[in-house]
């Protein structure tokens, strides 16, 4: 062959060289957000079931299983409608159902500005601060439309003090963010787009039409014999009979389908299965790219500081409304101060941990957040022995147990969905049941978390399942007033692209909205988790790093062990 042949062989060679390049890297993408855990690639291998069929499961052309709504009596209906009215969200013009991501909102070209104040550019201590935040879309151009998640805080370094912002959306693209000014010196504000209006509209479609997004298995068992199926709150019933491990109780639905060999008593444990791929096309990806527009900082037109005065008058201070704000507390000095409510105690030395919890026995039930709390404990008091027999695992549940001081501390983790590493059907409990075993009393202490597990489906499954736990609450405070129970919302966390599809802050602030209001009026303690991740100046993370765990857990000992006679810490769950 002569040389010049060769050229144009290798030309060739390096062409298809840089074409399977191309594809690797687009199978790359590609991968990055169809994600199936690594469990499942392995389970999958061994299944006798066939999983790739049944997981096909949700008719995507209905809302959500019907039959879930059917047991609700007039005044549940009603509330639930409430509920929702509360939550309701912009959604942007029906013209824009699939956005050119150039006229989606940049956080890179959006700006806020700080309103100048009536006093003759002086902020004093009481009085609040407003900004006004402009969103504008990729070329620039200013959004007419709402809708936009955005998070706010102001802080400062000097005096580690940190404080939420309350944003509100006008609807034509500008935003309002107001704050308390609850300490003097020099404050900062952050605000940062956490989604464009366009990927909200994106996860309010999966949350309604995709709650197969993350999906569980359960194995059956007999013998030597084992079989895998899928499971779910709802399943469709024309892929294959199902198994129905409805709740007696409280009617929570749980089904997997049948195993082909196996009865229905025979399933052994629950396990997330994964995620689902392919929820959204590469256009809507375009919405979800971390860095560009997931969690961006948005710039200060000007100056994004101001100098606080102290207070003018004794008075001013007094005009604080917090209920109005909705700003449960604020740190300084790194110690979180809430504002209303039972006064906050730190608790820095492990006898006053001990000292708090002598006598009580403290039941935590909920998912991974709550069992950090647990885990807090143990760390902290040497005096605590974790006596959980069995061997090591994430999922519980967990017993620790101080016999000098006569302290007992429980973990659960809640009921289905739980997306967890396998677990025993034997420890898989709801929440409501347990309490119902309860007897209460003064030395009993419930605390409860329960969020992240629900985002993947629609509302109303978070709603049912907080109803019941309601349920469950009320009659334990009617039969033992005196016992203390406490309730931790969710918090923010990190998110990538695949994080949000599943688990966005949006998804968990909405069910917090939900959590809150339900609980109104019914003799719960809060700790708000969600401000005090948000005013902290750690990054938002899942499981909240220690400082917080230790400030949310001093908030429960605060209640726990209060000087004064009981009030009702109300203020959170505001008209
Ligand atoms: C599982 O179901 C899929 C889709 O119906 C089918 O193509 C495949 O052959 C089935 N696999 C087994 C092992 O039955
Ligand atoms: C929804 O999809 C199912 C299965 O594809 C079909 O049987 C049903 O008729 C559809 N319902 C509506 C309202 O389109
Ligand atoms: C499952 O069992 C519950 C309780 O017995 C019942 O109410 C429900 O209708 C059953 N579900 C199905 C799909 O049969
Ligand atoms: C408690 O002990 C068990 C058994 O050794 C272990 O699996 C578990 O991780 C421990 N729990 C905590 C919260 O440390
Ligand atoms: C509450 O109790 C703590 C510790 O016992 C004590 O230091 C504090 O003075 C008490 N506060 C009130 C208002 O009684
Ligand atoms: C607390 O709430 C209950 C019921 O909502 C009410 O009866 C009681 O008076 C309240 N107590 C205080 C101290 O506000």
């Avoid at 001013?316 to 979180?336: E, F």
């Avoid at 790093?545 to 062990?561: F, N």
Wanted: hydrophobic content about 35%; charged content about 20%; overall charge positive.
């Amino acid at each position: 062959m002569s040389l010049n042949v060769w050229k144009y062989v290798l030309i060739i060679i390096a062409g298809f060289g840089i074409i399977l390049l191309l594809r690797l890297i687009t199978i790359g993408e590609k991968w990055k957000y169809d994600i199936v855990s690594p469990m499942y690639k392995v389970q999958t291998r061994k299944q006798s079931s066939n999983l790739s069929e049944s997981l096909q499961t949700f008719h995507h052309n209905i809302t959500f299983c019907a039959h879930l709504a059917k047991s609700l009596s007039p005044e549940e209906q009603q509330e639930e409608r409430n509920l929702l009215n509360s939550i309701a969200w912009p959604h942007p013009p029906s013209g824009s159902a699939s956005p050119d991501l150039s006229d989606t909102s940049d956080p890179a070209h959006s700006l806020f500005t700080i309103v100048p104040s009536k006093n003759n550019q002086h902020w004093y201590v009481g009085d609040q601060l407003e900004v006004q935040v402009h969103l504008h879309d990729f070329k620039g151009r200013p959004k007419r439309y709402g809708g936009d998640f955005l998070l706010a805080r102001l802080h400062s370094p000097k005096y580690r003090a940190g404080v939420a912002g309350q944003v509100l959306d006008h609807e034509n693209g500008l935003y309002s963010v107001r704050f308390p000014l609850l300490w003097q010196g020099l404050a900062q504000v952050n605000v940062m787009m956490v989604h464009s209006s366009e990927a909200v509209a994106v996860l309010r479609r999966l949350r309604e039409k995709r709650p197969d997004r993350a999906f569980f298995v359960s194995i059956f068992r007999r013998g030597r014999h084992s079989e895998k199926t899928v499971c779910n709150m709802c399943l469709p019933p024309d892929k294959g009979p199902l198994c129905n491990y409805t709740d007696l109780h409280y009617g929570e639905q749980w089904y997997c389908y049948k195993p082909k060999g196996l009865g229905c008593d025979t399933r052994y444990n629950h396990i997330t299965g994964g995620y689902t791929k392919n929820l959204i096309t590469k256009k809507e990806a375009l919405l979800f790219q971390s860095g560009k527009n997931i969690k961006v900082p948005i710039h200060a037109s000007t100056t994004d500081s101001i100098n606080v005065l102290p207070s003018r008058k004794e008075r001013s201070r007094q005009k604080m409304d917090p209920v109005k704000l909705a700003t449960s507390g604020y740190y300084y000095q790194d110690s979180w101060r809430p504002l209303g409510g039972v006064p906050m105690r730190q608790f820095n030395k492990a006898s006053a941990i001990t000292q708090c919890l002598t006598n009580k026995l403290v039941y935590m039930y909920g998912d991974s957040t709550m069992r950090q709390w647990f885990e807090y404990f143990l760390t902290v008091l040497p005096g605590l022995k974790n006596i959980t027999l069995e061997k090591p695992k994430k999922q519980g549940p967990f017993m620790a147990v101080d016999v000098t001081h006569n302290i007992l501390l429980n973990y659960r983790f809640h009921g289905p969905p739980v997306r967890i590493q396998p677990v025993m059907i034997s420890e898989l409990r709801y929440i409501a049941n347990e309490l119902d075993g309860l007897t209460g009393g003064p030395n009993t202490v419930v605390t409860l978390g329960i969020w992240a597990h629900f985002s993947t489906f629609p509302v109303e499954v978070y709603i049912q399942r907080i109803r019941h736990i309601r349920k469950a609450v009320v009659r334990l405070l009617d039969r033992s007033p005196e016992t203390v129970v406490v309730v931790r919302t969710a918090n923010p966390q990190a998110l990538k692209r695949d994080v949000s599809l599943y688990k966005s802050d949006w998804l968990m602030l909405q069910q917090d909205i939900v959590l809150r209001a339900m609980f109104k009026g019914i003799n719960v303690m809060w700790v708000d988790a969600w401000q005090m991740c948000l005013a902290h100046r750690e990054p938002h993370d899942l499981h909240p790093p220690r400082p917080i765990v230790k400030t949310m857990v001093d908030m429960m000992l605060s209640y726990i062990c209060r000087n004064a006679t009981r009030k009702n810490a109300s203020f959170l769950s505001n008209e």
